[in-house]
């Protein structure tokens, strides 16, 4: 399984929907996409995490730069929509301390 | 006892391919889901390790399960020559995620060989 990434204009929001599995052969297609839209909108991301069926540890390293990113430019970001498994390894990291995630 | 062995190039791309074998190896020997879950993001995370910490890669993974009938032994071998230091384990997400999920949890730098258990819920 691969990645897909779609991405909309929800109000003032870009919402990103990664679809299929984020890892270290996927994670910089994620990071490139979210790193460009940043550059070009400059407006608040929301990750829609409703598609996405995995994530590693270099996947969250992009978030994390994401989310950095957006802080350098007062923009915000915010997760929703993460299934248990995927939300399981945001606890065991501590990340769910960080970024603001909702159901 | 059945034993199963793996051997794959050290290519991010095979990743999915290494999960998709890995989860279906402790379906066929009746892990339940989540720990289906967890099996699969432990090897994915020790490969991702050696990836990230060791750049060597025209050789393989070599990656062996063994499934006694309370419990799933999985190795991972990255067969490339090369020296990982040990500072590399600390406050490594992937070390953090591994432990986490894994019963038991051994690494042998000096083989680059990392060793995990995953005990099936309800089995003595």
């Known amino acids: 399984m691969s990645l897909e990434i779609e991405s909309m204009l929800q109000g003032k929001d870009i919402v990103i929907r990664p679809i299929g599995e984020v890892d270290i052969y996927t994670s910089p297609e994620l990071k490139n996409s979210v790193l460009s839209l940043i550059e070009d909108k400059k407006t608040d991301i929301v990750i829609d995490g409703e598609s996405l069926d995995y994530i590693d540890s270099t996947g969250l390293g992009v978030l994390m730069c994401i989310y950095k990113k957006l802080q350098e430019k007062n923009l915000n970001f915010k997760i929703v929509n993460l299934k248990p498994n995927i939300y399981k390894l945001f606890d065991i990291t501590g990340l769910n301390k960080v970024f603001d995630i909702r159901e | ?124």
């Open chain 2, 1 to 124: 006892m059945d034993k199963v062995f793996l051997r794959i190039p050290k290519k991010s791309e095979y990743m999915s391919t290494i999960r998709l074998t890995s989860s279906a190896i402790a379906n066929l020997r009746g892990f339940n889901v989540d720990e289906i879950e967890d099996i699969k993001v432990v090897i994915s995370e020790i490969c991702t390790f050696f990836i990230k910490n060791l750049e060597e890669s025209a050789k393989d993974f070599e990656i062996s399960y063994q499934v006694p009938h309370n419990k799933i032994i999985v190795t991972v071998r990255d067969l490339n020559d090369g020296r990982i230091l040990e500072e590399k384990l600390n406050n490594d997400m992937s070390i953090m995620i591994i432990e986490s999920l894994s019963d038991k949890f051994n690494c042998d730098l000096d083989n680059k060989s990392f060793t995990f258990e995953k005990i099936k819920a309800g089995v003595d």
